[in-house]
């Protein structure tokens, strides 16, 4: 059993003995009053949308969950195709993967989640290398402190491009290292 402040975004809970993943995670409240959580959640067994708010001393039962090294292989609107080590196939809706979507790449490697059998969602290596598709030339003299820019990465779906705040120094077709857990920057690959 875990309380409601130690649930994440992505967790699995037992919500009215139904499994629900925590999609988004809105926290209110002080110290002296006490947090609430509000949270925007979807069924697994039904994928029906449900959003209700929690206090911060309330206990879950987290389920644990399986997990399958995967490929991707390909968009077949509206699911996306990921395959294992013995060619089985499996779909995993636009809505389940989250931020994903924006690191997915034709061929890359990363981990299904299966509850009950059927694939919800996928984990993503921590870090990974992605070309920088586009990024605007550095302006001269605009060097103090810590600059940034904004870098268009490739990714397998171009309606889905995605940007990461780079260094002034890193330019078009550069291949940088990202980390998938906070969007940052880690260094040019």
């Avoid at 103090?144 to 889905?160: F, T």
């Amino acid at each position: 059993m875990k309380f409601a402040k130690e649930i994440r975004v992505g967790n699995i809970i037992m919500v009215d003995s139904k499994p629900m993943i925590v999609l988004r995670s809105d926290v209110n409240g002080s110290s002296r009053t006490g947090f609430t959580y509000k949270w925007k959640m979807k069924n697994l067994l039904t994928n029906s949308p449900q959003e209700n708010v929690f206090r911060g001393d309330d206990k879950f039962d987290v389920v644990v969950l399986d997990k399958k090294p995967v490929t991707y292989s390909y968009f077949a609107d509206p699911l996306f195709v990921f395959m294992d080590a013995d060619y089985e196939q499996y779909e995993i809706e636009e809505e389940n993967l989250g931020d994903a979507l924006n690191y997915l790449k034709d061929g890359m490697e990363c981990e299904a989640v299966f509850y009950d059998g059927k694939a919800i969602s996928v984990e993503l290596p921590t870090t990974i290398v992605r070309q920088v598709v586009y990024s605007e030339p550095a302006v001269k003299g605009n060097t103090s402190g810590n600059v940034l820019k904004e870098a268009k990465i490739e990714n397998a779906i171009e309606a889905k491009q995605h940007t990461v705040m780079v260094p002034l120094f890193i330019s078009t077709d550069d291949k940088i290292e990202i980390d998938t857990r906070t969007n940052e920057f880690k260094k040019r690959g």
